[in-house]
């Protein structure tokens, strides 16, 4: 039992539960309960490739740099209020950053030629992204957006002299602190210098995501192409590229919520009883404002970080096992049948 108790111990310092990979790992695991892809990719070539390579690799990145900013953020101390500004939007930025990309490869496939183009309607960015997932997208960024603005409305300055509760960085004429039950003292970690990045961070993914999907959906398409086929590969596109931004969003919301959870449950004792000559304990404990969701946003925090990673890994996996399963498809097709639905793009 003391090896045990040891061993967990030694695992707890080498990977802290604030690390992003740690807990994201186990949910990882768990997620092969249900062993089904949650992804396919469509058969034309190039757009294959663009894709794989957004799914395996873009998905990857992003964990890597939710895995470092965590790992910054646990080794270091705050010691401006405001050090994490941008480390907790890195991981939503890196995902905007990947699908950006994936949208510039796509627009290199070569375009039909103007006489070899079908004619359709204008579409909206929306026509070939899946309801359940923007409905899940738009609950999540606006739970983010929500959360920043409401951090930032309650932030203000304070007096150099205090008093000041939790963890107390170099004072700043800033707006980074809030203040601590009605103005008994202040706590750091609120305000714009903490909070604005994942505002512009937030509205630079939804700009992003519009563009793509809206370009996406309205590419010219070949007139032998069946509406079917081009439905599909429109749609799968849409999918990937909406998994990987819900990834960095959850990963981010996840962040943010840990440190706003943090900042909030922060407790002071007073009327302190002495029980010996070194030690006492207080009868009275003052919270926060916002105590009574502090410590269930904190871990609720935890959980969608680590969630947020462990969907991006699975994504990853996901992809990789579709892009075997379209390249064993097509070797398995016969050449004229591919040839039906126009040329390879």
């Not at 101390?77 to 490869?105: H, I, K, N, Q």
């Not at 309801?131 to 959360?147: F, K, N, Y």
Request: with cysteine; proline share 6%.
């Amino acid at each position: 039992m003391n090896f045990l108790f040891l061993f967990v111990h030694a695992v707890q310092d080498l990977l802290p539960l604030e690390l992003a990979i740690t807990f994201g790992l186990v949910l990882f695991a768990l997620s092969w309960v249900r062993p089904r892809r949650m992804v396919s990719l469509p058969q034309t070539r190039l757009r294959t490739a663009t894709l794989t390579w957004a799914g395996v690799a873009g998905s990857l990145l992003v964990v890597v740099v939710a895995t470092a900013v965590s790992a910054i953020a646990v080794s270091t101390s705050d010691v401006s209020g405001y050090d994490g500004w941008w480390r907790r939007p890195a991981p939503l930025f890196a995902a905007t950053l990947v699908v950006a990309a994936a949208a510039v490869a796509l627009r290199r496939i070569p375009l039909p030629a103007p006489g070899e183009r079908s004619i359709v309607p204008r579409r909206p960015w929306h026509a070939f992204a899946s309801r359940t997932l923007l409905w899940i997208s738009g609950i999540t960024a606006t739970l983010l957006a929500l959360t920043a603005v409401w951090q930032i409305a309650i932030a203000r300055t304070a007096p150099e002299d205090g008093p000041f509760f939790g963890n107390v960085p170099d004072y700043t004429n800033l707006p980074i602190y809030m203040s601590f039950n009605s103005g008994y003292g202040y706590l750091s970690g609120a305000g714009w210098p903490n909070h604005l990045a994942t505002l512009v961070a937030l509205a630079l993914a939804c700009t992003v995501f519009f563009a793509v999907l809206h370009t996406d959906a309205n590419r010219p398409v070949f007139a032998r192409s069946t509406a079917s086929s081009v439905r599909s590969e429109r749609e799968l596109t849409a999918r990937l590229f909406t998994f990987i931004l819900l990834g960095g969003l959850i990963t981010t919301l996840g962040a943010v919520w840990m440190h706003t959870g943090s900042s909030g449950q922060a407790l002071v004792g007073l009327d302190e009883q002495w029980v010996s000559d070194n030690q006492s304990y207080p009868r009275i404990l003052v919270a926060g404002g916002y105590d009574a969701i502090a410590r269930p946003m904190n871990l609720l925090g935890y959980a969608l970080q680590a969630g947020g990673v462990a969907f991006l890994l699975r994504l990853a996996v996901d992809t990789a096992r579709a892009a075997l399963a379209t390249r064993r498809s097509r070797l398995a097709t016969p050449e004229h049948e591919i040839s039906t639905n126009g040329p390879q793009r």
